[in-house]
């Protein structure tokens, strides 16, 4: 099956630190994710993005297909970012999807 | 998108005994997904339940133990059965939606803790 790294494991910033969490899957996808899962264990979908860049707000994430990794960047983060980021993937739209093991994420005021 | 209900939402239950949570999801799908999430860990797919059909178990995930029911589009009923310490963990529901089904939504998930 696909392999999916995440890093880093661990991420401590400060309030208004801006932060890049990387995504390296080990074969061809056609459908890429990032979800934030947040301290109640809620996913929240963030960008679908198998390729190309997308922004929103102060999220904003880049996918490289052909280099098989995908970037999420947050810049001025926030206390409410806090939480962990999740990349996964999957072969086809509506298939079995592959998690990475995330990232943890603390923003400290 | 996709809503995607889930109950219970948590639940406290004894060795030995079983427990079934129920998914409901607001829109017609063809296929449910059944995740868990052990404490600290990623998510780990269990099964994917198809409307009419047996449920696909994932490698390490058996029928008894995880029995799935999917009586129509929107429901399905994931069974933690004969539980043990070790099935401590929060269970999640999943479907596709959006255009092209792109996105892959989730349940709030049930939190399960095994005495």
């Known amino acids: 099956g696909i392999q999916v790294e995440q890093s880093p494991p661990d991420l401590i910033l400060q309030e208004g630190a801006n932060s890049t969490l990387r995504c390296n899957f080990s074969d061809s996808v056609n459908n890429l994710q990032w979800f934030h899962q947040n301290p109640w264990g809620q996913l929240i979908n963030l960008f679908y993005i198998p390729s190309g860049t997308k922004q929103n707000g102060r999220l904003s994430a880049t996918t490289v297909a052909t280099e098989r990794y995908s970037l999420l960047y947050i810049s001025s983060s926030q206390t409410t970012d806090s939480g962990v980021y999740f990349c996964?993937?999957?072969?086809?739209?509506?298939?079995?999807?592959?998690f990475g093991d995330g990232t943890t994420l603390t923003v400290k005021p | 998108s996709a809503v995607i209900s889930q109950k219970p939402s948590r639940d406290i239950c004894q060795r030995g005994t079983s427990l079934t949570i129920q998914c409901q999801v607001d829109s017609q799908v063809t296929m449910m997904f059944w995740y868990r999430q052990q404490p600290g860990q990623s998510l780990t797919l269990i099964a994917t339940?198809?409307?009419?059909?047996?449920?696909?178990?994932e490698s390490g995930f058996v029928i008894d133990k995880f029995p799935i029911s999917r009586p129509n589009l929107t429901f399905s009923t994931l069974t933690v059965s004969n539980m043990s310490p070790e099935d401590s963990s929060i269970y999640l529901c999943?479907?596709?939606?959006?255009?092209?089904?792109?996105?892959?939504?989730f349940g709030p998930g049930t939190r399960l803790t095994v005495l």
């Open positions: 339940a198809n409307q009419g059909s047996e449920a696909t178990y």
């Open positions: 999943s479907a596709w939606a959006g255009e092209g089904y792109n996105e892959q939504f």
């Open positions: 996964a993937v999957a072969r086809t739209n509506a298939g079995k999807s592959t």
